[in-house]
């Protein structure tokens, strides 16, 4: 079992940079690949980038070469730095685990059995 908790949303404008943090609970962090997603107002939830246990990393097209994650299992904690953002960047981020192997970065959210409350990001033009 882990929990889940995301923060550094917040308001920019269009260029500016953000990142967002996902602390984990429980000692077993390193076990877990990592992803987040997000939820525009309307549509679907989708995938935005993974991190498999050996820092494997995947991303969606509509934000590889803007956004990096990355993790730091001392600190149970992955990121999400986000560059040259964009309005329809805007939407609502949610950090999920999936339990794997080293090399395994999932992409679908049914691949993800824990997920936090997600943390908003609202991208001004």
């Known amino acids: 079992q882990v929990q889940l908790v995301e923060s550094g949303g917040g308001l920019v404008q269009a260029g500016d940079s953000l990142r967002l943090s996902c602390v984990a609970s429980g000692r077993t962090f390193s076990s877990y690949a990592m992803g987040w997603f997000r939820q525009a107002p309307g549509k679907e939830r989708e995938f935005v980038a993974s991190?498999?246990?050996?820092?494997?990393?995947y991303y969606a097209d509509s934000v590889k070469g803007r956004f990096t994650i990355s993790r730091d299992n001392a600190q149970n904690t992955v990121y999400l730095e986000m560059y040259s953002l964009k309005p329809e960047d805007t939407a609502v981020y949610y950090c999920a685990a999936a339990v794997g192997g080293l090399l395994y970065t999932p992409t679908q959210k049914g691949e993800y059995g824990y997920w936090g409350q997600g943390t908003q990001v609202t991208v001004s033009s």
């Open positions: 991190i498999s246990r050996s820092s494997s990393t």
